[in-house]
């Protein structure tokens, strides 16, 4: 009998814990604009989909980043996006890796904990 292959899951790479979202734009085509500086501490490449948690209203979205000005602490929710934030609410950005099977023993995402005009204050380990 042939040994089954492990199924790839879905585990949480890293996490941008309570940004404060700065600005909507609904006319834009779409997406998140992020600083590049919490995009590079999250590990989160240019149009790598992410998840987006609304703290305010509970809205759950799924789009891609995209990179806007380094250091000016932009998280922008851009296009139909627009419509599940306000500026001034929290979000948590989530980003996701494939693994076949379960990870490692010790495994855990990559933390990145701001301060209310978004700059890094800690990067951590684990949730």
Not at 74 to 93: F, K, P, S, T, Y
Request: glycine share 8%; net charge positive.
């Amino acid at each position: 009998m042939e040994k089954s292959k492990p199924m790839s899951r879905y585990f949480v790479k890293s996490k941008i814990q309570k940004a404060t979202v700065t600005q909507t734009d609904l006319h834009y085509e779409g997406s998140i604009t992020v600083d590049p500086v919490l995009l590079e501490k999250a590990d989160i490449a240019p149009y790598e989909q992410v998840h987006v948690l609304n703290i305010n209203n509970g809205a759950r979205i799924v789009t891609y980043a995209i990179e806007g000005k380094r250091g000016s602490g932009m998280v922008c929710l851009n296009g139909a996006a627009a419509r599940q934030a306000e500026v001034g609410d929290l979000v948590i950005i989530l980003s996701y890796q494939s693994i076949e099977g379960v990870p490692a023993k010790g495994y855990a995402p990559r933390v990145i904990l701001v301060n209310a005009k978004n700059k890094v204050v800690k990067v951590k380990t684990g949730v």
